[in-house]
T-cell receptor, first 113, second 115 residues
Framework: KQEVTQIPAALSVPEGENLVLNCSFTDSAIYNLQWFRQDPGKGLTSLLLIQSSQREQTSGRLNASLDKSSGRSTLYIAASQPGDSATYLCAVGRETSGSRLTFGEGTQLTVNP | ETGVTQSPTHLIKTRGQQVTLRCSSQSGHNTVSWYQQALGQGPQFIFQYYREEENGRGNFPPRFSGLQFPNYSSELNVNALELDDSALYLC??????????????FGEGSRLTVL
């Protein structure tokens, strides 16, 4: 059974700081890994999708890496802003499982002005 | 904007009642999946629909059922509501070329409170 763990559970940083969110998974037989952002009481916004054959993806100030063999992914946020405050969720998918994603419990990020 | 729309956004029910939640998938997406997110937890997979048939199910009892329509929209039905069913229910759509799957796009969710 796939298990996804995100560390830390909560993080508070001053504006402008670069930060790293961590995600680990127990079964390396994944098809893809997706990072999402969730604002309080809202749905999920897709940030980055990494296919299992890829090592990283970048979008603006965000960079996600994937090391499938070690079961790890990191989300790097550069020059953090108060608007980045949200919960960040990591989810992994298996090729044979269609749209079934296994999620971590998220990292709650607060960026202080 | 994801293009996935869900209704209603909020609703309150009592134990034992039944509820139907609705989802319109993003244009061109043929696969819909449903997730339950309890407060402070990550979303849990309920099931997915592809070509109007259930195509994968998580660890949820049969009182959770669904439908997918020819236009790819979908419904989630929950019978005999229990207090623990209180959660945010999320719908996601994707373009699914079986067996591979692509990026999932989520709606804003339906917040269900069971009293």
């Amino acid at each position: 059974k796939q298990e996804v763990t995100q560390i830390p559970a909560a993080l508070s940083v001053p504006e402008g700081e670069n930060l790293v969110l961590n995600c680990s998974f127990t079964d390396s037989a994944i098809y893809n890994l997706q990072w999402f952002r969730q604002d309080p009481g809202k749905g999920l916004t897709s940030l980055l999708l990494i296919q299992s054959s890829q090592r990283e993806q970048t979008s603006g100030r965000l960079n996600a890496s994937l090391d499938k063999s070690s079961g790890r992914s990191t989300l790097y946020i550069a020059a953090s802003q108060p608007g980045d405050s949200a919960t960040y969720l990591c989810a992994v998918g298996r090729e044979t499982s269609g749209s079934r994603l296994t999620f971590g419990e998220g990292t709650q990020l607060t960026v202080n002005p | 904007e994801t293009g996935v729309t869900q209704s209603p956004t909020h609703l309150i029910k009592t134990r034992g009642q039944q509820v139907t939640l609705r989802c319109s998938s993003q244009s061109g997406h043929n696969t819909v999946s449903w997730y339950q997110q309890a407060l402070g937890q990550g979303p849990q997979f309920i099931f997915q629909y592809y070509r109007e048939e259930e195509n994968g199910r998580g660890n949820f009892p049969p009182r959770f059922s669904g439908l997918q329509f020819p236009n790819y929209s979908s419904e989630l039905n929950v019978n005999a509501l229990e207090l623990d069913d209180s959660a945010l229910y999320l719908c996601a759509s994707s373009l699914h070329s079986h067996p591979r799957t692509g990026e999932l796009f989520f709606g804003e969710g339906s917040r269900l409170t069971v009293l």
